[in-house]
């Protein structure tokens, strides 16, 4: 014990190894590994582009008890969940729409605007639901949609949406079936959508 | 316009043209090899790294341009891809058709900035990759580099996809590969390019579309301003891409590497080289086991050095 204390004390006593004789290696400092590969999410407002889009009708027919009449539609979406976005990127979209969010699989509230004229002269507003499932090239060479909406005339009325989309959505067609409606039973649509 | 529309509808009908296919597309005894599939795409061999550039498989692009050559290399025979790259957002450079059928092989695949919002749900890794950032795993460097370009992919989304553009540095096994994707010409990028990643060893860069000049200036390096970038970024080879592959420019058949071949001679390329391929083509560019020597540049030629903006050697005759 007393031959430890003493060998404890001398090493005390030596003097201290200089440093700038011998440098001690110090730590190997780097720079923070780039790994924020986070997204960049473009920020979507209702520009130009949208309004314009939006504004632009998609021409229809409707088929009842009487003769055919020609129509124009519109569309707005308020809300727009894609389960086919890349995974890192945020499914939701408010108003716009991009095409591929859509096409590549989404569930969408929307609200339509429907003007006839002809033996149906009419304005429908109709809330709706529709779902989009991608078929090829993740729904941008072709795509399917299948929706439901409500409108109120002489009563709620219920309809019923299916249709196809090609052109990464801008262009494609759909039936419209309302079985309690005798003047508009069904309305034949040529889509044109962009971003909206 | 016209011009495009109609060789549009008779590509339309028309078969893509049969080429000669590697049916092993990697080399063993390769260190730096080279197929060009068509258009932009490219596989790229470094070492027992494999790097496919802009895939695109599919007969079409966008639906309405259709395959004048069949893809150079079969899908099925291709192995595991180390890194895909994805210059930008465009139909002929991100084909979701084409990534579906190599989904299986993808190890991992690199997008510009916004590109992940355009790729959809894929069972492979993806990255958006930021101008300079880079990525590194397993001797594998990928770094992103900037061009001129645009970012958007259907034109309506112009307003707010401003960012979807990149060019890539691929680095393994000790070799430098440069691929510029879709670009106009920016020579200060290049030359940056160049001093930062001096000695590329390959450069694909794109040759067209050319025609309308005015409006694809701004947008796309015709073969002149190719040759002119090739030599802003120092870089010892150039494979051209980006032509005769689909229809989707005014430019007639045959008229990039005609024009690429005119810009060669306002230079003088040795040592340097340009390596014009047919589709479906390889060229070994490095043997395994070869060893790389710097580039010995004659002193009236040094105009390409790195950090110097090149200019253009005219030929004694065009004085």
């Given amino acids: 014990m007393k031959r430890a204390l003493l060998a404890a004390l001398a090493l005390t006593c030596l003097p201290a190894p200089s440093l700038a004789a011998e440098p001690v290696p110090g730590p190997h400092l780097v720079g923070p590994p780039e790994v924020h590969y986070a997204p960049t999410e473009p920020n979507l407002y209702p520009g130009w582009v949208w309004l314009a889009g939006t504004a632009l009708p998609s021409p229809a027919t409707a088929f009842g008890s009487g003769a055919p009449s020609f129509g124009l539609r519109w569309q707005v979406t308020p809300l727009l969940w894609s389960f086919g976005v890349h995974r890192a990127t945020s499914p939701w979209r408010i108003l716009v729409v991009d095409p591929i969010a859509r096409v590549s699989g989404s569930i969408e509230l929307y609200g339509g605007f429907d003007w006839f004229f002809g033996s149906v002269h009419d304005t429908l507003i109709r809330p709706g639901i529709r779902t989009t499932l991608p078929v090829f090239h993740r729904g941008e060479y072709l795509s399917v949609f299948f929706g439901t909406s409500l409108y109120d005339r002489v009563g709620t009325k219920v309809a019923y949406d299916a249709g196809f989309s090609i052109f990464s959505g801008f262009l494609g067609a759909s039936a419209t079936w309302a079985p309690e409606d005798e003047r508009v039973r069904a309305i034949a649509t040529i889509h044109l959508r962009v971003l909206h | ?319």
């Fill in chain 2, 1 to 319: 316009m016209g011009k495009v529309l109609g060789r549009s509808v008779s590509a339309l009908v028309s078969s893509p043209a049969k080429v000669a296919k590697e049916k092993v597309p990697v080399r063993p005894d390769a260190r730096l090899a080279v197929i060009w599939v068509g258009h932009a795409t490219a596989l790229v061999q470094i070492g027992d790294k494999v790097i496919l550039t802009d895939p695109v498989f599919t007969s079409t692009v966008g639906q309405v341009s259709k395959r004048k050559m069949e893809p150079g290399v079969d899908p099925e025979t291709l192995p595991k891809i180390d890194a895909v790259l994805v210059s930008h957002l465009h139909y002929d450079h991100l084909s979701l058709g084409s990534l579906e059928i190599l989904e299986p092989k993808i190890r991992q695949l690199f997008l510009p900035p916004t590109g992940l919002r355009y790729l959809t749900d894929f069972g492979f890794p993806a990255l958006e990759l930021g101008p300079w950032q880079t990525w590194e795993k397993d001797g594998l460097k990928v770094t992103a580099v900037p061009v001129a370009h645009v970012g958007f992919r259907y034109g309506v989304d112009i307003e707010y996809m401003q960012e979807g553009f990149t060019g890539y540095v691929v680095e393994a096994d000790g070799i430098r590969v440069y691929f510029g994707g879709d670009t106009a010409y920016d020579q200060r990028l290049f030359v940056e390019v160049g001093q930062r990643f001096p000695d590329i060893e390959l450069a694909l860069l794109p040759i067209g579309p050319i025609e309308p000049r005015a409006l694809m200036r701004s947008y796309h390096v015709d073969p002149h301003e190719a040759v002119s970038a090739f030599f802003d970024l120092g870089a010892r080879r150039m494979v051209p891409v980006h032509y005769d592959t689909f229809v989707n420019a005014a430019d007639e058949p045959g008229e990039a590497l005609r024009e690429l071949e005119e810009a060669k001679k306002r230079w003088k390329l040795p040592p340097r080289e340009i390596v014009p391929l047919r589709v479906g083509e390889r060229r070994v560019l490095v043997k395994k086991g070869e060893k790389l020597t710097p580039m010995v540049l004659d002193a009236p030629e040094t105009n390409a050095k790195p950090g110097a903006p090149a200019k253009p050697k005219k030929d004694e005759d065009d004085d």
